[in-house]
């Protein structure tokens, strides 16, 4: 595998389920970050990491939660989402934080 | 708040135009500009990166950068229908250990054949 990539594609999940997104980079950088993407709206950032410590967190809900255990590995962990949460989540990593982000596929998640 | 400005569009332009879209920041320190392309419903993709006032051209873009306008633009010669997608302008800063990427809303771009 190369470049960044992100498990699973697609994800349909209930309110009071759990489940957890993954992304793996390939590419030795030391930064990692999360984004959500709504409907014909602009990225937010969401949490960013910088060699697996978490050095921002942009006012994001507590039913997501991020684990960074290496700096190739990202996850975001969802409880109890809202169906407003559906959205486009995409993984991104870059060598330092203010190199060139690659992004991975994303998973589209729907909250039913 | 460090701010990106792109209008959003949507841009419409007949194929074999020259497509511009531009993009504005609010910080004097940003060092580092980066366009990438998104078609609908898939991730960004790096189109090209600018570090040094003037043009940089790879085939048929064209990214300019005026850091005492605080502006960069991207030109698509030859525009082709496949070119159809949101278009984001990020600004990287260099403040040490707080510095990082920013992202602009995006220019929806649509080549007509």
């Known amino acids: 595998e190369t470049g960044v990539t992100q498990t699973p594609r697609h994800l349909v999940m209930g309110m009071t389920n759990k489940k957890s997104l993954k992304c793996e980079q390939h590419?030795?950088?030391?930064?990692m970050y999360w984004y959500k993407q709504s409907a014909k709206k602009p990225l937010e950032l969401m949490f960013v990491?910088?060699?697996?410590?978490?050095?921002e967190n942009n006012s994001v809900p507590s039913r997501f939660s991020p684990e960074c255990p290496n700096s190739s590995h990202l996850f975001l962990h969802l409880h109890t989402l809202q169906p407003e949460d559906s959205a486009l989540y995409l993984c991104?990593?870059?060598?330092?934080?203010?190199?060139?982000?690659?992004f991975g596929p994303g998973t589209r998640l729907t909250v039913l | 708040q460090k701010e990106v400005e792109q209008n959003s569009g949507p841009l419409s332009v007949p194929e074999g135009a020259i497509a511009s879209l531009n993009c504005t920041y609010s910080?004097?320190?940003?060092?580092?500009f980066f366009w990438y392309r998104q078609y609908s419903g898939k991730s960004p993709e790096l189109i090209m990166s600018?570090?040094?006032?003037g043009d940089k051209e790879d085939g048929r873009f064209t990214a300019q950068l005026n850091k005492a306008s605080q502006y960069v633009s991207l030109l698509i010669r030859d525009s082709q229908p496949s070119d159809s997608a949101t278009y984001l302008c990020?600004?990287?800063?260099?403040?040490?250990?707080?510095?990082?990427?920013?992202f602009g809303r995006g220019t929806q771009l649509t080549v007509w054949p």
């Open positions: 991104a990593s870059s060598q330092s934080r203010t190199d060139t982000q690659y």
């Open positions: 990491y910088n060699f697996k410590e978490q050095t």
């Open positions: 590419l030795g950088h030391n930064a």
């Open positions: 910080d004097r320190v940003s060092q580092s």
């Open positions: 990020a600004v990287a800063d260099r403040g040490s250990t707080l510095g990082r990427l920013y």
């Open positions: 600018i570090y040094s006032n």
